[in-house]
């Protein structure tokens, strides 16, 4: 079974200034492919450590993924190591050259000097193109071909772009045994990662198929379903089965599918009930408006959120019943969400009251905040506009 290492290259990183995402996010699309990731390295931005780094990787892995290191300045060395893992010397790629100068045009710009340094690759690897950036990838055969490097920039929107479109491709014709595969992501808000889990009858396991992982970021839960088959077809049989079962299990819990936000499913949610909607906050400080507002520019429907107004947390509003009613008021709207101001707790902790004011009266409802003060206000401002989700859905 081909075995695979992922490196993150970066200073900010061994310092712990910031987290490596990189790595857990190719892994988990490496786990997809059936390939394990036995080692997680983290090197920092020096020749020795990236050498070090790589030829140990090359001795244990026959896969290598690599964030990092490809921009164009004195401390991105990541194709110097590559150029001395793989004992070729750097050589100027006319045509990732041409990439890089174009992209500058096309802003408008001449490309500094410093940046012919991102079309130097090793003598016999290949250029991994980027779509959405002027750093190019590389790839290169080390320890006498029984090692491959994938070296990808660490810019995650980039990186990704290129794993779906190059690196991905690639691994799978490396593989024993072609396949496709196709995935889907169910969006979740609602309950934690391990309550949605519990729910669950044994989707998320190692080895089932279709393959179920679950992640979390700012409370939305992911639930990727990643199946393998013949053809797209047989895959997409095995995702609508286990995609059937958790709707089933989760309920109302799930919001939406792939890219979908949480917001998104509000305002299409209040649309759907054929309702319209004002906002009034204190405690989190302008993130529910600001959701509400951005869904509501992208849908076709979004007349139905009529405006949100932000109170300052000094201010003496009254509670979120009472700003609830006033924005229903003012904005001539049929149901008015209120944030109240955070309240301090004797355990040093706060806590948020929501409350919905409709035409049949008031709902209140409790919010616990944790997870830091920008982590707490996004989790808090999701909270207050998933209760109008709920209700729409229940009134629908």
């Not at 070296?151 to 779906?164: D, F, I, Q």
């Not at 076709?300 to 700003?323: E, K, M, Q, T």
């Not at 616990?368 to 209700?391: N, P």
Request: net charge neutral; glycine share 12%; hydrophobic share 45%.
């Amino acid at each position: 079974m081909m075995r695979a290492e992922v490196i993150a290259i970066g200073d900010e990183l061994t310092s712990g200034q910031r987290l490596d995402t990189n790595s857990q996010w190719l892994s988990a699309e490496l786990g997809v492919l059936g390939v394990p990731v036995v080692f997680h390295t983290t090197a920092a931005d020096t020749l020795e450590a990236g050498v070090e780094a790589f030829r140990a990787a090359a001795a244990r892995a026959d896969l290598v993924v690599a964030t990092g290191g490809l921009g164009p300045t004195a401390d991105d060395l990541t194709r110097d190591v590559l150029a001395a893992v793989a004992g070729s010397p750097l050589e100027l790629s006319a045509e990732a050259l041409a990439a890089v100068e174009s992209r500058f045009a096309r802003r408008g710009m001449a490309m500094p000097e410093t940046n012919r340094r991102q079309a130097l690759f090793p003598r016999g690897s290949r250029i991994i193109p980027n779509p959405e950036g002027t750093a190019p990838g590389i790839d290169v055969d080390v320890a006498g071909g029984r090692s491959r490097i994938f070296a990808l920039p660490g810019v995650p929107a980039e990186m990704r772009t290129m794993w779906r479109g190059s690196v991905m491709p690639a691994i799978l014709g490396m593989l024993p045994e072609r396949a496709t595969i196709v995935q889907r992501r169910i969006k979740c808000f609602g309950a934690g990662e391990s309550a949605i889990e519990a729910m669950l009858p044994d989707l998320v396991r190692r080895g089932r198929d279709p393959l179920v992982g679950i992640t979390a970021h700012e409370a939305t839960i992911t639930l990727r379903i990643a199946a393998r088959g013949r053809d797209e077809a047989e895959c997409r049989g095995k995702i609508a089965d286990t995609e059937a079962t958790i709707r089933n299990c989760l309920g109302t819990l799930v919001y939406g599918v792939e890219d979908d936000e949480l917001e998104d499913a509000v305002v299409a949610a209040v649309a759907t009930a054929g309702v319209t909607l004002a906002t009034a906050e204190v405690g989190t400080d302008g993130r529910v408006a600001t959701l509400l507002a951005q869904a509501a520019a992208r849908s076709p429907r979004g007349g139905c959120f009529r405006g949100g107004r932000v109170l300052p947390r000094s201010a003496d509003s009254g509670c979120a019943a009472a700003i609830a009613a006033r924005a229903r008021t003012e904005h001539d709207a049929a149901v008015g969400l209120g944030i109240g101001p955070v309240e301090p707790m004797a355990d040093g902790r706060g806590e948020i009251e929501v409350a919905l004011v409709t035409a049949a009266g008031v709902e209140r409802f409790r919010h616990m905040l944790g997870g830091g003060a920008f982590l707490a206000g996004s989790r808090a401002a999701k909270f207050a506009i998933d209760q109008v989700r709920r209700w729409a859905l229940a009134r629908g």
